[in-house]
């Protein structure tokens, strides 16, 4: 992503609020991922960047924006997928103890792959369910007495596919319907101290091995017939963690372009 394409992923009119604050975001340095650290930062918070795969890339991501602010991006890098209780732990802890507190959780990160019923194996339903619904929740578990402490928020990155499946990822299907009900759950259990709430997105930014056909189908049911960008994600979820969503928990908003009416 160009410095120009970062420089979008902001949403205007809200001010600094997030100075002083620190967000810890999973998954935080590709895709929506990025965009979503980059409104963030640009509103003020000092980030603690998760990654798995690809910590160089999050490592130069944080440099650059370190060049706007000194010292205000650090980087964690974490495989979600395996000893998730005591992985989850480690990098709450880790956040924690180089920036002194918490006060947004950002659940982003995830694993998207076909799994068809008939060859579906035991190793990918735990890789997916691992990483993309019970990472969440033990991050929340981990991150919630210091949330607590700030009254701080969560937001989950859910899927509009977890409320319409998509044919073949039912794996995945599943994996987001759980972070749905995460939320919902949690934001029960927590309130009224920590903010609990998702944003479920459609098509935003291709997976980049994604055939043609598909991609023509998805958006043959989408209203909006277009693409989503990570900017309209991370504006979704700069909104929740915001000062305007304070009456806002057990919630979600669909940025989808519609594909969650059509047929």
Not at 41 to 46: D, E, F, R, S, V
Not at 93 to 104: I, N, Y
Not at 173 to 180: F, G, N, Y
């Amino acid at each position: 992503m160009t410095d120009g394409q970062n420089k979008k992923c902001t949403q205007s009119g809200m001010g600094n609020w997030g100075e002083g604050r620190v967000a810890l975001v999973t998954g935080g340095a590709r895709r929506v991922g990025r965009c979503i650290s980059t409104s963030l930062h640009h509103h003020g918070y000092n980030l603690v960047l998760h990654c798995n795969s690809s910590l160089s890339q999050a490592q130069e991501f944080a440099t650059q924006l370190n060049t706007t602010r000194k010292d205000s991006v650090t980087v964690i890098q974490a495989d979600l997928s395996t000893d998730v209780k005591e992985t989850t732990a480690r990098v709450v802890a880790e956040a924690v103890k180089r920036c002194g507190q918490l006060d947004l959780l950002v659940n982003n990160a995830a694993v998207y792959y076909s799994t068809p019923i008939a060859t579906t194996s035991s190793d990918q339903w735990d890789h997916i369910m691992n990483t993309n619904a019970k990472a969440p929740y033990f991050l929340i578990q981990a991150a919630a007495p210091h949330l607590k402490k700030t009254k701080g928020v969560v937001v989950n990155v859910a899927d509009i596919i977890g409320e319409r499946p998509q044919q073949s990822f039912n794996v995945y299907s599943i994996s987001k319907a759980a972070v749905i009900m995460v939320t919902k759950s949690l934001a029960l259990e927590l309130a009224p101290e920590v903010r609990v709430n998702y944003v479920s997105p459609g098509a935003a930014i291709w997976p980049e091995d994604m055939p043609e056909e598909p991609r023509q189908k998805w958006l043959s049911r989408t209203a909006l017939g277009r693409v989503g960008t990570g900017e309209e994600v991370s504006d979704a979820v700069v909104f929740l963690a915001s000062p305007s969503a304070n009456y806002m928990t057990g919630n979600g908003i669909n940025v989808c372009g519609g594909r969650n009416i059509q047929l």
